[in-house]
């Protein structure tokens, strides 16, 4: 069970894994030993996160979803599968963590009379300081 919060929880038997060798250095290791962990997890289809979750997730990283519906994230960052894995899980964790709470709506405010105040006197002030730039008179 991957735990997200106290709302949101995702039973392991909705992802799957698969394996591949990683690529970069790693001498013979990275030519033998298939470690890098690639999850899916179709979420379309998966009961367990709401829609509104689903559609801020979707929006959040559209390059790690399909258009299928299927998230899909890769970890090659350990020599060994069951770090990779792990590792998998916990960006799809922290994925649905930033889209399991929803924005605060914007309120919006109004400037204060001060700040209005300056921006006006450091309109005036530019103002100025350009109009005696113009050309001089010989009078």
Known sequence: M???????RIPLREIHFQFARSSGPGGQNVNKVSSK?????NMAASPS?????????????????TRE????????????Q????ADCLEKLRAAL??????????????????????RLHDK???SDRKRSRGKVNPD
């Not at 991957?2 to 949101?8: G, K, M, Q, S, T």
């Not at 996160?49 to 979803?65: F, G, N």
């Not at 963590?97 to 105040?117: I, K, L, V």
């Open 49 to 65: 996160a709401p829609e509104d979750v689903k559609a801020r997730l979707r929006a959040l990283h559209p390059r790690r979803v």
């Open 97 to 118: 963590a930033a889209a399991a709470d929803p924005p605060r709506p914007r309120r919006p405010t109004r400037p204060t009379r001060g700040s209005q105040e300056k």
């Open 2 to 8: 991957l735990i997200v919060n106290e709302r949101l």
């Open 82 to 85: 069951g770090r990779n894995v």
């Open 37 to 41: 962990a690639v999850l899916r997890w």
């Open 124 to 126: 005036r002030a530019r």
């Open 69 to 80: 519906g299927h998230v899909v994230i890769a970890s090659s960052r350990f020599r060994d």
